[in-house]
């Protein structure tokens, strides 16, 4: 059976597409190296329009042709009180644009002009080497370093030195243990459960944060951080695997970045922490079948953040203890008795 | 009626859900078609592979391992038709309903007229309106421009106006729509279906397909009273067929060997309902509930007219949104032994995450199953504004979705589907355990007798009749004197008291007379019915009276409420 797949690995080759949602302008060439926060591409968003009524703007009749006022014609570049249309005669009258921008469009006696929108600028999101441009969309990123694909992000990006809080993977980060020495930092810890700790990373602040769960009141919250934050695990009261938080910890005070986006299944776009490392690793695959030998992770209660490996895959489905059955694969956790977890609630670590 | 072996076909139906891609086989079988098998396999619309061939191939590969039956070529294509070797098939049909959701525009006259009826088409297809203008809308022409635009809208609906009626308002909203084609570049352009004023149809076509592509469909408010929305619901499922195959790897080149187009799960799911309504209780109205994992589609339909709604909301990725502003307490209430509200949402949240998660434990289910419960009641009870006569009985109620379906034991399923949707008077509920609903109706588009012999021979798993008065008696007191008549003489009597659920033992496909003797006022049936004689057919439950009252109301008390379900689920041995 097919088997989700998450990349939790301390030396792994990776490339990575940063592209932006509509054309717009790469600015950056192949081969060259960049920074989490070097912009990639910008385009502009989503500009204001404002139409503007020739006829009744500069009271003239229907049986005057508008090519006799009008100044400008669809595709003109113009500068806010650029004149778009004027009346001859001794007392002419003048119609100007309002804004600068674009006129995108001239229909009857309407003109539409389409102001110009706000940059935006696309990040690299990773440290790495540009091996690929795609036409006015972005680019694509080869790197090498670990990589720990998280669960959940707010949607930020942001680079800076690990700090490691989690004196074990399911510490509680609270507000008494963040302080000013911290500032600018990004920090590990295994669960929130409190509004203030989050609220006063914020006003340290951080430059991230990575968690292992929190619980679901604080979605809101996390969402209007200004740094990164990933969950690595989820929601609820779920420690860090013990992979990941090896991986982490040992590689306090190094430079991490994490890519907070939003998880979508469709384009495979996940959290993630990266930290370079002076090595080349392989490009791991994105795919793989269930098999025994492998290294897999529970993500859902009662063994939530645990991480086994697979002993057998017995045929046919299994009887839970819930009196469902579905396929399972016994997953043996330390040095525990192997336990039969359905496959659907497993990913596997590579 | 035997199908005469030189009509006969083998159909494979392939629907595409949001987690599970599954192949259903039909074939003849002593002459009558029959359901044989289902293959399934994870879909594979997301990263990496997006497309769906990948997974149509491991189910069809699932299939053939429990069938016996060569499927594919050595290629890994599908062999249509049937070789002279047995292999292959002789059709094939698709439904689908993965793939992101459609963002919809909205546009109409009056808000409760031809704009609410565009809301209400807008609601029968998987898709999200982002943005709704009116007549009413008192912003500036270039400010709804800029609305629309930042929509980033895939399909652009467009009512008003009853036949022969306003037209000057529809053209203004046509202007905007061409003065947001003429911004978009080409490939970005909103595809436009127009269900407005007939006369008008042709003016407005020739004036935007310069731009985008435009479909013309019937008015949506033929007049300020009538309301039809079905041919314009046929019109937009087209449309979205068209979107998907765009933007769904794979699906452009299943339609391409499907006997008919791909269509939405959700219409065909609502094309089987309909096909249920025109039997002979035409009396009754029939209720369809297909709990998803990205959306639930409630269908309902009385006398051939169908009421179809798509909710965003499901047991997956849905859950996100089933839980925003959501009472937790109505979900809880459901758990009939004690789970801390925090552990409940956190669960649910982390579900919505990881939607293919199993439940392992008797917690995790009843987290699951309370949620189940929760959201199958908040769709019915959005869709009864539709119905003509909210207290219409609804025969049959037929469920559909893994979470109902896939429940540890039948008497589950029955308690999931009663206390969602709380019927009224006397029904039957059946279980869709396979998902073959929506496939059925896709294969009614070009062979009408494979459903019929299909759903003759019991593949909608029969969970009992039920039967649910409605008494204003105060709780403990009784209600209902019955009497059982069995077919070989034997009889059983008792009394049943409000607040009860009673299982009467009857064995699936046993029918039996039952005499009811109302007391109290209680209604036996909304129809008017205090007292009588109905015959009753027993389902895998048996048969059942549920006499918890209409709205079930469960005791504030945790203590006493945990007691009260246990309780309920005994009484059906669950």
Request: one cysteine or more; proline letters at 6%.
């Amino acid at each position: 059976m097919q088997a989700p797949v998450t990349h939790i690995l301390p030396l792994s080759g990776f490339r990575r597409a940063r592209m932006l949602p509509r054309p717009g302008r790469v600015l950056v060439r192949s081969g060259q190296e960049v920074n989490p926060r070097d912009p990639i591409a910008e385009m502009n968003l989503r500009s204001q329009h404002v139409l503007l009524d020739v006829r009744k703007s500069l009271g003239i009749s229907r049986s005057l042709p508008l090519e006799r006022v009008l100044h400008r014609k669809a595709g003109d570049a113009v500068e806010t009180d650029d004149v778009i249309a004027e009346t001859k005669g001794l007392f002419s009258k003048a119609l100007y644009s309002p804004i600068k921008g674009r006129i995108v469009s001239i229909f009857g006696s309407q003109v539409l002009i389409e102001g110009e929108g706000e940059p935006f600028q696309l990040l690299a999101g990773i440290n790495g080497t540009v091996v690929e441009l795609v036409p006015e969309r972005g680019a694509i990123i080869e790197s090498s370093g670990a990589i720990i694909q998280g669960a959940w992000g707010n949607g930020q990006i942001e680079a800076g030195m690990l700090l490691n809080l989690a004196k074990s993977p399911d510490e509680v980060l609270n507000k008494s243990l963040l302080d000013v020495s911290m500032r600018g930092a990004v920090v590990m810890s295994g669960h929130c459960a409190q509004a203030e700790a989050l609220q006063a990373a914020d006003q340290l602040p951080l430059r991230g944060l990575i968690l292992g769960s929190m619980t679901a009141d604080l979605i809101p919250v996390a969402r209007s951080l200004s740094f990164p934050l990933i969950l690595l695990e989820g929601i609820g009261r779920i420690p860090i695997n013990m992979v990941a938080f090896r991986i982490l910890s040992t590689n306090e005070k190094r430079d991490v970045t994490l890519n907070a986006c939003f998880w979508n299944p469709f384009t495979g776009d996940r959290p993630e922490v990266f930290i370079p490392l002076p090595a080349t690793g392989h490009v791991s695959p994105e795919t793989d079948e269930f098999k025994p030998g492998q290294t897999v992770r529970v993500f859902s209660l009662p063994y939530a953040g645990r991480v086994g490996t697979i002993v057998e895959l017995p045929p046919g489905n299994s009887r839970l203890a819930s009196g469902l059955r579905a396929p399972v694969a016994m997953v043996r956790f330390e040095s525990d008795q192997p336990i039969a977890i359905p496959l659907a609630n497993l990913d596997v670590l590579e | 009626m035997t199908t005469s072996i030189i009509d006969a076909e083998t159909v494979l139906a392939l629907d595409l859900g949001s987690l599970s891609t599954r192949a259903f086989l039909f074939d003849v079988v002593d002459g009558q078609y029959r359901f044989i098998a289902r293959g399934t396999a994870p879909t594979t619309i997301t990263a990496p592979f997006r497309d769906v061939l990948e997974s149509v191939h491991k189910a069809l590969q699932h299939l053939g391992e429990i069938t016996g039956r060569v499927l594919t070529d050595e290629g890994g294509n599908l062999i249509i038709p049937t070789q002279s070797d047995g292999s292959g098939v002789d059709r094939l049909v698709t439904t689908y309903s993965a793939g992101p959701e459609a963002q919809l525009v909205v546009a109409g006259l009056l808000s409760d007229v031809s704009l609410e009826s565009a809301q209400r088409l807008a609601a029968s297809c998987y898709g999200r309106v982002v943005e709704t203008i009116g007549l009413n809308d008192r912003r500036p022409m270039a400010v709804q421009l800029d609305a629309i635009l930042a929509a980033q809208p895939d399909i652009v609906i467009l009512a008003g106006g009853t036949d022969k009626g306003a037209s000057r308002s529809v053209l203004k909203l046509v202007e905007l729509v061409l003065m947001a084609c003429r911004v978009l570049p080409q490939d970005h352009r909103p595809q436009v279906l127009y269900a407005g004023n007939q006369v008008l149809g042709k003016k407005i076509k020739d004036a935007l397909e310069k731009w985008t592509a435009v479909k013309l469909a019937s008015n949506v408010r033929p007049s300020i009273d009538q309301e039809d929305i079905g041919p314009a619901q046929e019109a937009l499922s087209q449309i979205f067929t068209e979107l998907a195959q765009r933007n769904l790897g794979g699906l452009h080149a299943l339609g391409m060997m499907s006997s008919v187009p791909p269509s939405p799960s959700a219409q065909a799911f609502g094309r089987m309902v309909r096909f249920f309504s025109q039997g002979e209780n035409a009396v009754k109205g029939v209720l369809g509930v297909d709990l998803g994992a990205s959306s639930t589609v409630v269908a309902s339909a009385f006398a051939g007219h169908l009421s179809l709604d798509v909710f965003p909301l499901g047991m997956g990725k849905g859950l996100s949104k089933a839980l925003q502003g959501s009472d937790l307490r109505q979900i809880t209430q459901w758990i009939p032994m004690h789970v801390p509200e925090v552990v409940v949402r956190d669960y649910l949240w982390q579900k919505s995450l990881f939607p293919s998660t199993v439940p392992i434990t008797t917690e995790t289910l009843a987290i699951e199953q309370a949620m189940t419960r929760y959201l199958i009641h908040l769709v019915v009870d959005q869709s009864i504004a539709h119905w003509p006569n909210p207290a219409l009985t609804l025969e049959p109620i037929l469920a559909s979705g893994s979470s109902v379906s896939q429940a540890a034991t039948p008497a589950q399923s029955l308690m999931m589907i009663l206390d969602g949707v709380q019927p009224l008077g006397i029904t039957t509920v059946f279980l869709d355990q396979n998902g073959l609903a929506a496939s059925l109706g896709a294969i009614a588009r070009f062979n009408s007798v494979l459903p019929v012999q299909v759903i003759d021979s019991g593949v909608f798993l029969n969970l009992g009749t039920v039967i649910c008065p409605v008494s204003s008696a105060r709780y403990g007191t009784p209600i209902l004197k019955i009497r059982v008549e069995y077919a070989k003489g034997e009889e059983n009597q008792l009394e049943v008291r409000q607040g009860q659920l009673v299982s009467l033992p009857l064995h699936t496909g046993q029918v039996a007379n039952v005499k009811i003797q109302a007391m109290h006022n209680t209604e036996v049936d909304p129809r008017g019915k205090h007292s009588g004689d109905f015959q009753i057919v027993g389902g895998v439950c048996g048969a059942v009276i549920d006499a918890r009252g209409r709205p079930l109301t469960l005791p504030p008390d945790d203590s006493r409420r945990r007691e009260m379900i246990k309780k309920w689920n005994l009484a059906l041995g669950g």
